[in-house]
T-cell receptor, first 118, second 110 residues
């Protein structure tokens, strides 16, 4: 499986500020996925990032709030803009596991970035 | 509306016994179901999957059962070990999307 590094692993942020999360993969991948896990909730897909094109956002998520960059096939960033306490979550980067033989759409996840907004 | 539901937030089991984690879903179009395990401060890791055309898949101590008529699946861990203590997420696949449940925290005591 791919190895995914995320930075920062955790941060405490002030209301109204923005924070950029970085995701580095050790191999080239076509699609990268950004998920959010709010406290006590499921993992929810924010957007899918393809290199060379605009990210595709899921219902309820907009580019102004969560701008995404995908400059190459191994790197992506997610910015959480104008943060409020409701943005306190774990943000996870993931990629498809090309080595999986299960037949399913298996994703490999980074360790996540835990953001606390005061 | 949640398409994938894990109605038990937590489960406690003694070492050596069976752990049964349950998951319900609403969408008949899901083609695969997956289980992920998550330790604190780590990302979820893939555990086992099952195709919607199967009713059982086994991998070592882990078995997943699928009941399509009931839209229900379960993960059996036998025998349970203390290292299995983690949060277990059920997920359903449709096209390129993975939809997750809220997770069940399994605690295995020695």
């Amino acid at each position: 499986s791919a190895v995914i590094s995320q930075k920062p692993s955790r941060d405490i942020c002030q209301r109204g500020t923005s924070l950029t999360i970085q995701c580095q993969v050790d191999s080239q991948v076509t699609m990268m996925f950004w998920y959010r896990q709010q406290p006590g909730q499921s993992l929810t897909l924010i957007a899918t990032a393809n290199q060379g094109s605009e990210a595709t956002y899921e219902s309820g998520f907009v580019i102004d709030k969560f701008p995404i960059s995908r400059p190459n096939l191994t790197f992506s960033t997610l910015t959480v803009s104008n943060m409020s306490p409701e943005d306190s979550s774990i943000y996870l980067c993931s990629v498809e596991d090309s080595y999986s033989n299960s037949g399913a759409n298996v994703l490999t996840f980074g360790a996540g970035s835990r953001l606390t907004v005061l | 509306d949640q398409q994938v539901k894990q109605n038990s937030p937590s489960l406690s089991v003694q070492e050596g016994r069976i752990s049964i984690l349950n998951c319900d879903y609403t969408n008949s179009m899901f083609d695969y179901f997956l289980w992920y395990k998550k330790y604190p401060a780590e990302g979820p890791t893939f555990l086992i999957s099952i195709s919607s055309i199967k009713d059982k898949n086994e991998d070592g101590r882990f078995t997943v059962f699928l009941n399509k008529s009931a839209k229900h699946l379960s993960l059996h861990i036998v025998p349970s070990q203390p290292g299995d203590s983690a949060v277990y997420f059920c997920a359903a696949s449709y096209a390129t999307a993975l939809i997750f449940g809220k997770g069940t925290t399994l605690s295995v005591s020695s």
